[in-house]
């Protein structure tokens, strides 16, 4: 997934194939021409602020950083306002990091049940974002534990077996991610980033 670059940029990258592509706020998603929006799925991987919800439900194809109850109920109020059935990723934040957003992953278990709940709601699955470090060794452990989470809820019945989904890792750490069973990486700076 690619995010913060221009509309020309998105639109080479549907030319060489490229079908997924990512936002971090809903006004830069909203902002792309429709035409574009057309040509590919685009995912929202931001944090959301409820009083956004209605535009992010109507443009993005998929919400990757559900975290907190009240945005259950909004969220499904505005997707059975529109009679749509919205793919979501539960974002958790495994290192507790006060300046991340994410579910801590003591209330995770609620939160889950909460979002399965939501009949408008299709849960994918969960997303970390591990600590930003120059050894991508160093998020191995954050990304084991998503999976451990992942694996358990689905074997307790709080995920529904098909929220198998592991949105993890970006440009520094993907393999890593890759290799403890991400199945959605978020790749931006190592695509664009110039030598």
Not at 42 to 64: C, D, M
Not at 70 to 90: G, H, M, S
Not at 172 to 184: F, K, R
Request: charged content about 30%.
């Amino acid at each position: 997934m690619v995010k913060l670059v221009p509309d020309e940029v998105v639109a080479e990258l549907f030319d060489l194939g490229v079908r997924e592509v990512a936002e971090n706020r809903v006004q830069r998603l909203v902002a792309r021409p429709p035409a574009l929006l057309e040509r590919g799925r685009f995912h929202l991987i931001g944090s959301l602020q409820t009083n956004k919800a209605r535009k992010a439900v109507e443009t993005a194809a998929e919400f990757h950083a559900l975290d907190r109850f009240d945005l259950i109920e909004v969220l499904q109020r505005e997707t059975a306002r529109i009679e749509r059935r919205w793919p979501v990723w539960i974002e958790v934040n495994l290192a507790r990091e006060p300046q991340k957003h994410g579910v801590d992953p003591d209330d995770l278990p609620a939160l889950a049940c909460g979002v399965a709940a939501a009949p408008e709601l299709e849960l994918r699955g969960l997303m970390t974002i591990a600590p930003i470090a120059d050894d991508p060794e160093l998020a191995r452990p954050h990304f084991r534990e998503l999976a451990r989470w992942s694996a358990s809820l689905r074997a307790e019945g709080i995920l529904p077996p098909a929220a198998s989904g592991l949105s993890m890792g970006m440009s520094n750490d993907y393999e890593v991610a890759i290799e403890e069973g991400a199945t959605i990486v978020r790749i931006g700076s190592a695509l664009f980033h110039d030598e």
